[in-house]
């Protein structure tokens, strides 16, 4: 179901379509390392022997380095979307069914509402 | 005799059909019908806000130019601002494209209404297109290089070389923008002018008709 294609600069193009959540956990880590600069986290990263690739993931972000990797992709038959698109749809998806299903603040159907 | 050259006038005609159609009653009203009240109504202002978010963050990319924007931190902020904005503008506008067109928008003389949301939408497609072009990164120069083999194939490389960078530039941030801008304050205007489409059933049920 999974397939892993190889990786050129157009998945890089396609991996900018990351989800929001990638972004949200991301900028999260990097509130938490800051947070950290005075504390335990800071000592315990001053203490352990940091190669360089560590050093990168840890001043860029586990999932900057993440959404850097190549996409993957979902196929089925003739239909094949990657995976952050895929996200992204159905986000929209859900988006429109909460927008139809939700009830709106302050409407009364009784009443009619405004006007 | 003045009163019959004030009608041929061609300024009169305009204002008098402004005042009929768009008064400003319409133009800036303080109700809405209570079916308006459901957030499915809200995706085309949430749209409208992120697309001022995009032209605000567009301004300062502008101004401060590609090596601020790829070396310093707030460069990237203002940079991913504007990425992001882009993100959930075409969210936004998927989702008010659904809504409007599950419910039949086009309705009630709203045609235009309809073929202006979809201009809008083509053009931002345009516009967004051009944005890839110009990051100046490896991401520009491969999108470029792809894309002008297609270009090429239907014949109008020529006119429209995704390579010019200066070319693309200013379609990105001067001519693909007005467009954009001007398509918008239409279709804001007519939706005011012919109002919020009402769901097709409280439609027959509060005017008795079907238009």
Not at chain 1, 30 to 45: M, P, R, T
Not at chain 1, 92 to 107: C, K, T, Y
Not at chain 2, 115 to 125: E, N
Request: proline share 3%; net charge positive; hydrophobic share 50%.
């Amino acid at each position: 179901m999974f397939k892993r294609g190889q990786f050129t600069l157009h998945d890089r193009y396609i991996s900018q379509f990351s989800p929001f959540l990638a972004i949200v956990l991301d900028e999260t880590l990097a509130g938490v390392l800051a947070l950290g600069c005075s504390g335990i986290i800071k000592d315990f990263f001053q203490k352990a022997p940091l190669l360089d690739k560590e050093f990168y993931l840890l001043r860029m972000g586990i999932f900057s380095h993440f959404m850097n990797l190549r996409a993957v992709y979902i196929h089925l038959g003739w239909f094949q979307i990657s995976i952050t698109n895929l996200i992204v749809v159905l986000s929209m998806l859900l988006l429109f069914g909460l927008a139809l299903v939700l009830p709106f603040p302050g409407n009364n159907k009784k009443g009619g509402g405004q006007k | 005799m003045s009163t019959d050259v004030e009608k041929e006038m061609w300024t009169s005609k305009l204002r008098k059909s402004w005042q009929k159609n768009l008064p400003v009653e319409k133009l800036l009203p303080d109700t809405q019908p209570a079916y308006v009240a459901s957030w499915i109504y809200l995706f085309g202002v949430a749209t409208l806000a992120a697309l001022a978010l995009i032209i605000a963050s567009g301004l300062v990319l502008s101004f401060e130019g590609a090596s601020w924007y790829h070396f310093s931190r707030v460069g990237h902020f203002v940079n991913s601002m504007h990425f992001w904005s882009v993100q959930f503008f075409f969210i936004f506008m998927v989702v008010h494209l659904w809504g409007k067109f599950w419910m039949a928008a086009w309705r009630g003389r709203r045609l235009l209404t309809w073929i202006t949301g979809a201009l809008a939408f083509v053009g931002s497609i345009a516009t967004a297109f051009t944005g890839y072009l110009i990051q100046t990164n490896f991401d520009s120069q491969w999108i470029s290089y792809e894309a002008k083999d297609g270009f090429n194939s239907v014949g109008i490389g020529s006119r429209f070389n995704v390579t010019n960078f200066g070319q693309m530039i200013l379609l990105h941030v001067a001519f693909l923008p007005v467009i954009i801008g001007v398509i918008t304050i239409i279709h804001v205007l007519l939706v005011r002018a012919k109002g919020v489409v009402p769901p097709i059933d409280a439609f027959n049920k509060e005017l008795g008709e079907r238009k």
